[in-house]
């Protein structure tokens, strides 16, 4: 539930937060805290004008509040979707009689209709460039005489490959889907180009059908059909069908496969295939959170092979990953590995190393930027060489240590700087909002809190003798950034009742009093405070829940 709270944006109100109460609470504690509220904030209670009309706006967000979170059918909507999914087109009309299950449904309804809008005016673009470079000559340079020809003490790369393709999907409505999409490629000065319109039907829960229609000047027009089949809840499969017209004449194929769960994390899968190049493979798939394992045989012409292939997954934030695979067949034998990672928001690098018999040595540099891919292969030797290996393994991990440093680092510094800057812009009005609403809770809280701590002082209670909320600076190599704070001294010594402070799991600048001092940064709150005569401090995460007094607060008087 609270996901969705904290994916709105920051103009949204925490109601929660607002009145200080779990999110499971019960409809007495609701009224508990909204009745606590209403004699601080109640108009009639003041008469200076300028903190009366303070207090009406206060007093009104708190009833805004408790009308929301007592009503059953509209606390359910607002658990799952924010305060934004209030103000959804047609939620007005939806009875109120209704069952919270059935409100939801309704919601899902009026939101499925929105989300249908949108896709008729949404594409889902993908696209793979792969550049093929011919680097042999920096390790196969045999002739001994050929540093005596002209420009033969120049190693000599180039590019001899070359691939584009792109992809469109166009949601035609939540069911029907067209996708269009081509390619161009060239190898050694010949090319050709093809380009493929798809339009997919989704026919039921289970499964969706496909029709493919194309053509190309290299493999000529092409017609297939492609359907997808729930079987059970751990099996699918999938059967595709195609006719290449070519000037050979027609040439079908067949490919079917078949999948079924073995257990939670791992699939089976059985291929068929039949036409220009018959095969049968099967393959086991085991995918954790931490590796991702794959054993495949193939019975086929040209190609029989056995493959088996591991990668690690580190539980980082830049999502590493190592791998390794060997591949054994009639082709030869080749071994591969490699690693990945994220390198920022959008885009993840990653560097595999081919060697090979007869293949000889490969570099594989591959880049994935949101939904474009970028592919490298560079072929280093026809041989086994191990300086090849070597540089093939050590060049790009030295590379992409300097670029990290150099580029990367910086480039994600400044860009998460960007972004925090655009997100204070944006909320800057709204914040100034909840600042003046602050203060005017202050303001109005004064004579609460004199009584309050009248009350606690007589029995040795609880005393709030300071309290701050927002960025504390407390690393020393961090020394130059500014600390800030925001005092909630009277808004903290406000929520004091019988000796106790009780603040729910959620971010505090919902809080009566605080607002938020540094909107996308890391907030804490820090609490001096006085109980039974003896003085006490805590530091408590933004979110985290907070009960005071406690024992483990407690300042020992000879440090």
Same mark, same amino acid.
């Given at each position: 539930?609270?996901?969705?709270?904290?994916?709105?944006?920051? !103009?949204?109100?925490?109601?929660?937060?607002?009145?200080?109460?779990?999110?499971?609470a019960?409809?007495?504690?609701?009224?508990?805290?909204?009745?606590?509220?209403?004699m601080?904030?109640h108009?009639?209670k003041?008469?200076d004008?300028?903190?009366?009309?303070?207090?009406?706006?206060?007093?009104?967000?708190?009833?805004?509040?408790y009308?929301?979170?007592?009503?059953?059918?509209?606390?359910?909507?607002y658990?799952?979707?924010?305060?934004?999914?209030?103000?959804?087109d047609?939620?007005?009309?939806?009875?109120?009689?209704?069952?919270?299950?059935?409100?939801?449904?309704e919601?899902?309804?009026?939101q499925?209709?929105? #989300?249908e809008?949108r896709?008729?005016?949404?594409t889902?673009?993908?696209g793979?460039?792969?550049?093929?470079?011919?680097?042999?000559?920096?390790?196969?340079?045999?002739?001994?005489?050929?540093?005596?020809?002209?420009?033969?003490?120049?190693?000599?790369v180039?590019?001899?490959?070359?691939?584009?393709?792109?992809?469109?999907e166009?949601?035609?409505?939540?069911?029907?889907t067209?996708?269009?999409s081509?390619?161009l490629s060239?190898h050694?000065?010949?090319?050709?180009?093809t380009?493929?319109?798809a339009?997919?039907?989704?026919t039921?829960?289970?499964g969706?059908? %496909?029709?493919?229609?194309?053509?190309?000047?290299t493999?000529?027009?092409?017609f297939g059909?492609k359907?997808?089949?729930n079987l059970?809840?751990?099996?699918?499969?999938?059967?595709?069908c195609?006719?290449?017209?070519?000037?050979?004449?027609?040439?079908?194929?067949?490919t079917?496969?078949?999948?079924?769960?073995?257990d939670?994390?791992t699939?089976?899968?059985l =291929?068929?295939?039949?036409?220009?190049?018959?095969?049968m493979?099967?393959?086991?798939v085991?995918?954790?959170?931490?590796?991702?394992?794959t054993?495949?045989?193939?019975?086929?012409?040209?190609?029989t092979f056995?493959?088996?292939s591991?990668?690690?997954?580190?539980?980082?934030?830049d999502?590493?990953?190592?791998k390794?695979?060997?591949?054994?067949?009639?082709?030869?034998?080749?071994v %591969?590995y490699?690693?990945?990672?994220?390198i920022s928001?959008?885009?993840?690098?990653g560097?595999?190393?081919?060697?090979?018999?007869?293949?000889?040595?490969s570099?594989?540099?591959?880049?994935n930027?949101?939904?474009?891919?970028?592919?490298?292969?560079i072929?280093?030797?026809?041989?086994?060489?191990?300086?090849?290996v070597?540089?093939?393994?050590?060049?790009p991990?030295v590379?992409y240590?300097?670029i990290? =440093?150099?580029?990367?680092?910086?480039y994600?510094?400044? =860009?998460k700087?960007?972004?925090?800057?655009k =997100?204070?812009?944006?909320?800057a009005?709204?914040?100034?909002?909840?600042?003046? #609403?602050?203060?005017?809770?202050?303001?109005?809280?004064q004579?609460?809190?004199?009584?309050?701590?009248?009350?606690? %002082?007589s029995?040795?209670?609880?005393?709030?003798?300071n309290?701050?909320?927002?960025k504390?600076?407390?690393?020393?190599?961090?020394?130059h950034e500014?600390?800030?704070?925001?005092?909630?001294?009277?808004p903290?010594?406000?929520?004091v009742?019988?000796?106790?402070?009780?603040?729910t799991?959620?971010?505090k600048?919902?809080?009566p009093g605080?607002?938020?001092?540094?909107?996308?940064?890391?907030?804490s709150?820090?609490?001096?405070?006085?109980f039974r005569?003896?003085?006490?401090?805590?530091? !408590?995460?933004?979110? #985290?829940?907070?009960?005071?007094?406690?024992q483990?607060?407690?300042?020992?008087?000879?440090?």
């Amino acid at each position: 539930m609270a996901s969705a709270l904290e994916d709105d944006d920051i !103009s949204t109100d925490d109601y929660y937060s607002l009145l200080n109460v779990r999110r499971e609470a019960t409809n007495d504690e609701l009224k508990a805290a909204y009745r606590r509220l209403c004699m601080l904030y109640h108009p009639d209670k003041h008469r200076d004008p300028e903190l009366k009309t303070q207090a009406e706006q206060l007093f009104n967000l708190v009833h805004e509040a408790y009308e929301v979170l007592s009503d059953p059918q509209a606390r359910a909507i607002y658990d799952i979707y924010g305060k934004r999914g209030l103000d959804v087109d047609g939620w007005e009309v939806v009875e109120r009689k209704r069952t919270p299950a059935e409100i939801r449904e309704e919601y899902e309804r009026l939101q499925a209709e929105r #989300e249908e809008r949108r896709l008729q005016q949404r594409t889902n673009p993908k696209g793979t460039i792969s550049v093929g470079i011919d680097a042999t000559d920096l390790f196969d340079r045999y002739d001994e005489d050929y540093e005596d020809v002209a420009g033969g003490g120049v190693p000599h790369v180039e590019i001899n490959r070359m691939h584009i393709s792109q992809s469109i999907e166009a949601p035609l409505t939540t069911k029907d889907t067209a996708i269009l999409s081509g390619s161009l490629s060239t190898h050694n000065g010949n090319g050709g180009g093809t380009i493929n319109l798809a339009l997919r039907r989704v026919t039921s829960a289970k499964g969706w059908g %496909e029709i493919e229609l194309g053509a190309g000047d290299t493999h000529g027009p092409l017609f297939g059909m492609k359907i997808f089949r729930n079987l059970t809840s751990r099996s699918f499969v999938t059967a595709q069908c195609g006719l290449q017209f070519s000037s050979r004449g027609v040439r079908p194929g067949v490919t079917t496969v078949l999948a079924r769960h073995l257990d939670k994390n791992t699939m089976g899968y059985l =291929q068929w295939r039949w036409g220009i190049q018959s095969s049968m493979n099967t393959s086991i798939v085991r995918d954790t959170k931490s590796s991702h394992f794959t054993f495949a045989v193939q019975l086929g012409i040209p190609h029989t092979f056995m493959m088996m292939s591991y990668q690690y997954k580190f539980q980082d934030d830049d999502q590493t990953k190592i791998k390794g695979s060997v591949k054994s067949g009639f082709f030869g034998t080749v071994v %591969e590995y490699g690693a990945e990672r994220k390198i920022s928001r959008h885009s993840v690098l990653g560097a595999t190393v081919s060697v090979g018999v007869p293949q000889g040595v490969s570099l594989k540099i591959k880049l994935n930027r949101a939904s474009q891919t970028y592919f490298f292969p560079i072929h280093l030797t026809d041989e086994l060489l191990p300086s090849a290996v070597f540089y093939a393994t050590v060049g790009p991990l030295v590379f992409y240590l300097a670029i990290q =440093q150099l580029i990367i680092r910086p480039y994600v510094r400044a =860009q998460k700087e960007q972004d925090l800057e655009k =997100q204070r812009e944006s909320s800057a009005s709204n914040i100034a909002r909840k600042k003046q #609403e602050a203060e005017s809770a202050v303001l109005l809280m004064q004579e609460s809190v004199r009584r309050i701590i009248e009350a606690e %002082e007589s029995r040795m209670g609880l005393i709030i003798l300071n309290a701050w909320y927002g960025k504390f600076v407390t690393d020393n190599s961090r020394r130059h950034e500014r600390a800030k704070v925001i005092d909630v001294t009277v808004p903290l010594q406000c929520l004091v009742k019988d000796s106790k402070l009780i603040l729910t799991e959620a971010t505090k600048s919902g809080l009566p009093g605080f607002y938020d001092p540094c909107v996308g940064e890391e907030k804490s709150l820090k609490v001096l405070y006085q109980f039974r005569g003896v003085m006490h401090q805590v530091l !408590s995460g933004d979110a #985290e829940p907070l009960r005071i007094p406690k024992q483990s607060h407690r300042i020992d008087a000879d440090t």
